[in-house]
């Protein structure tokens, strides 16, 4: 089972279908199971359809630490 920072840093593989498919399986379960993560996948599908590409590099470090404080409290 993935945890939500694990999928965080999957989510670009995953977008650009380079997740292999026992990974890809485990981020489905994931977002099937966590709300937050669905729509923080949904937001990067938003994000790559508005821009046409992937942002460059990884996700943002102030969106990536915004996140995972979320994830955080929302596990306390
Ligand atoms: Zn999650």
Not at 6 to 19: A, M
Request: charged share 30%; hydrophobic share 35%; glycine share 6%.
């Amino acid at each position: 089972m993935l945890t939500c920072q694990q999928l965080t840093e999957l989510v670009t593989d995953y977008l650009e279908g380079q997740l292999p498919f026992r990974k890809r399986l485990s981020f489905h379960l994931h977002i099937g199971m966590c709300r937050d993560c669905r729509t923080y996948v949904r937001q990067m599908k938003l994000a790559v359809r508005t821009t046409g590409a992937l942002p460059p590099g990884d996700i943002p470090d102030e969106v990536r630490d915004q996140l995972l404080r979320r994830f955080r409290d929302w596990k306390d």
